[in-house]
Structure formats: structure tokens, C-alpha cells
């Protein structure tokens, strides 16, 4: 059986977790924005992600759009 395939925002979560490390708390986000278009994510994608994850309360993303923070 294969893998179910994780939307693109779930994916896109996944890989900003992965980003942040171990115990990590926030992601420079222009580094996450070259990490995740070098996987194929559109800025659109990406964009999504964050508005949905914001808004299910997990991560915030600063006023400036500089830094990923998990909450």
C-alpha cells in the first residue's frame, strides 16, 4: 500500500517542523520560503499554509512576514 499524500499544506507543515528542529521555536521564514520552493511548494501554497495553520492557532507569523514562531 502506498502512503497517503498529505495536502500541500500538510506537507508544508511538516517540513517547517522539520525545519525548526528539535524543541525548535520559530523558522527564519525567507530561509522556509527557499526550502520549501526548492520542494516544488508555490509561494501561493506556502501562503496558504500559514493563513490555515495560523488560523488553527499552531504557528504565527510575525507583522514583518520574517519569522515563523510555533505556538
Do not use: K
Not at 524543541?23 to 520560503?33: C, M, N
Not at 527557499?34 to 493563513?51: I, K
Request: proline residues 13%.
Amino acid at each position: 500500500p502506498f502512503p497517503r499524500c498529505p495536502r500541500p499544506s500538510e506537507a508544508i507543515f511538516g517540513i517547517l517542523r522539520d525545519l525548526g528542529g528539535p524543541g525548535g521555536r520559530s523558522v527564519p521564514l525567507p530561509h522556509a520560503l527557499a526550502v520549501l520552493g526548492a520542494r516544488g511548494f508555490t509561494p501561493a501554497q506556502v501562503g496558504a499554509a500559514l493563513d490555515e495553520y495560523e488560523g488553527l492557532n499552531v504557528l504565527q507569523v510575525n507583522p514583518a512576514r520574517t519569522t515563523v514562531t510555533f505556538v
